[in-house]
């Protein structure tokens, strides 16, 4: 087997590196929905859009889910007959995705480079949470299309730009910059930390890139539609409750009030 370097080519890929392996067991508990707080809400309601984009596998078919984190989605796919590739930058996330010791799951550490071994070798790629934090989103998505098959699908979740959990956000942010003298600089960023948090609007922004990589054929899902994004703890009935309510409200029509989409694109094959 050939070893492979983790190439860390910027900062920022570092600096998320170093967050996530930090905060690695507390973001199993949310994602997982182990918690009943804000985020564990959210996380979910994400997980149930991919989990219905994704159909059983027909025959042997290839899911490679980068920016994995504690494999939340590994179970699922080889569950539903799918081989399993992960590929996340944080050593504590690659090692509790292990800890899962599923069959027909590998996993491993690395940054975009690492995706260069898949092109044109994947049915599924999957991409979710991840693009808010890399340096350069828009070349990620190409990498990520390039590493599908001809008629593979593509399924990745972005920030809702033009929203008002958006607008809320970068309002307290600007507020604590000028409090605090923070280094936030600009809405790209996390509060507290020197990541990025890209977000995107749909029409204007996605939907010409993936057309131009050849993706004619999308679905798109809002989701979190909702003013709340810090985290905090809550009841599991209005947890429960509060899902149900979200699953019914979050759409296109609402998405000014959404603060997640996800999507799910295939290519056209030309004739
Ligand atoms: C918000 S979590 C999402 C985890 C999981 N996909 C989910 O849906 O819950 C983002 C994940 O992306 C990983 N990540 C961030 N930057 C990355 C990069 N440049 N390359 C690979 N993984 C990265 C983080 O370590 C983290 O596990």
């Known amino acids: 087997m050939i070893k492979r370097e983790l190439i860390m080519s910027y900062e920022s890929h570092l600096q998320s590196k170093k967050y996530f392996d930090e905060t690695a067991k507390v973001y199993n508990k949310r994602s997982g929905g182990l918690v009943y ?14 989990e219905k984009f994704i159909s059983p596998s027909k025959g042997f078919q290839t ?14 796919c080889t569950e539903n007959g799918f081989s399993f590739i992960g590929i996340d930058i944080s050593t504590k996330m690659v090692k509790m995705a292990k800890s899962l010791k599923l069959e027909n799951a590998n996993f491993e550490v690395g940054d975009v480079d690492s995706l260069n ?18 340096e350069e989103p828009m070349k ?27 607008v809320l956000r970068d309002t307290v942010k600007w507020i604590w910059n000028k409090i605090f003298k923070n280094k936030i600089k600009n809405s790209e960023k996390v509060f507290f930390t020197s990541q990025h ?21 999308y679905k798109i899902k809002y989701f979190n539609c909702s003013p709340i994004f ?14 149900k309510i ?25 004739k």
């Open 37 to 50: 707080d804000f985020s564990s809400l959210m996380f979910k309601r994400r997980n149930e859009i991919v």
């Open 63 to 76: 899911i490679l889910d980068y920016g994995m984190g504690p494999g939340v989605f590994a179970r699922f």
């Open 117 to 134: 071994q898949y092109e044109g070798k994947i049915d599924y790629v999957v991409a979710i949470g991840l693009i808010d934090y890399v």
């Open 140 to 166: 990620v998505i190409k990498s990520l299309t390039s590493c599908t098959k001809k008629d593979g699908n593509l399924i990745i979740s972005f920030r809702n730009r033009n929203s008002l959990p958006g």
């Open 197 to 217: 948090e890209h977000s995107f609007d749909f029409t204007t922004q996605i939907l010409p890139v993936l057309k131009e990589l050849g993706f004619d054929n």
């Open 230 to 243: 810090f985290n905090f703890p809550i009841k599991p009935w209005i947890w429960h409750k509060w899902f």
């Open 246 to 270: 979200d699953s019914k409200i979050s759409s296109s029509l609402t998405k000014i009030f959404c603060s997640g989409f996800v999507v799910h694109a295939t290519k056209v094959e030309k």
